[in-house]
């Protein structure tokens, strides 16, 4: 394995499958599957989840809705999907821990770095809920901090398109992947991969993020593996 210790990042879209809106159980222990196959090779698995399925806080202060209230609402939603991904994974004899970044102490552990850590070391899978546990901030920021502060490898940023395109691959049909593509061509050429905080936060600790297709069955694997595929963010 090239890897490892991965942070895998999973929106909250993802989850839905082919549904409008929640979670779609089958896609949800087809993604256990696949994070099973990586822990059974000895690779530490960190994830963090969105929550798009469930609720945006964008979208409610767009209606109207205070803006910290309506992210403290996608917050919640992380934590629902981390639950859910939590029982899938369980189901799949994966150990896990769900640890939350707003207290919820019935619920998810908080989320605390050393425990983290360790957990990651006894080969448990850590799940990050809530997000970075403040309003005005995506998963995406969240997945990037947790990545630097338990020290993984890389971010595998888990996607239903295949990588990095010169445009979107969903509209522009001239669209061509890029297999490798520096942090500083993707802000130059105004490419989209995460939020420029997040993204920026990235390029400064000199964390490789890599987009790939996680709805094709092993995948997953194979990125872990150092196989070629998807498009990686460097330096
Ligand atoms: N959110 C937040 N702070 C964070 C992370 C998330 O307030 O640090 C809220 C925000 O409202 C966001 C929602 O949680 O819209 C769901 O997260 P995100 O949109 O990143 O989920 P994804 O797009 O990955 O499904």
Request: no cysteine; glycine share 10%; net charge positive.
């Amino acid at each position: 394995m090239q890897y490892k210790r991965i942070l895998l990042k999973l929106s909250g879209e993802a989850l839905m499958g082919n549904r409008q809106y929640g979670i779609d159980p089958e896609r949800l222990a087809e993604y256990a599957r696949e994070i099973k196959s990586v822990i059974d090779r000895g690779v530490q698995v960190a994830i963090v989840i969105g929550g798009g399925n469930i609720f945006r806080g964008v979208a409610g202060a767009s209606k109207g809705m205070d803006r910290v209230q309506a992210d403290n609402m996608g917050m919640l939603a992380t934590i629902i999907n981390g639950l859910a991904l939590q029982s899938a994974l369980e189901d799949a004899n994966v150990k896990t821990r769900l640890q939350s970044a707003i207290k919820i102490n019935e619920v998810a552990e908080p989320f605390i770095r050393r425990k983290a850590i360790s957990h990651l070391e006894k080969g448990r899978v850590v799940i990050f809920g809530g997000g970075t546990g403040n309003p005005y901030f995506t998963t995406d920021s969240a997945a990037v901090l947790r990545a630097i502060e338990v020290h993984a490898d890389v971010i595998l940023k888990g996607t239903r398109v295949d990588g990095i395109y010169t445009a979107d691959p969903e509209k522009d049909k001239l669209a061509t992947k890029f297999d490798y593509i520096t942090f500083d061509d993707v802000l130059k050429k105004g490419l989209k991969v995460m939020d420029t905080t997040a993204f920026t936060l990235s390029q400064e600790n000199e964390l490789p993020i890599i987009v790939f297709d996680m709805n094709t069955p092993g995948n997953l694997l194979k990125v872990a593996s150092g196989e070629k595929i998807g498009t990686k963010v460097n330096l």
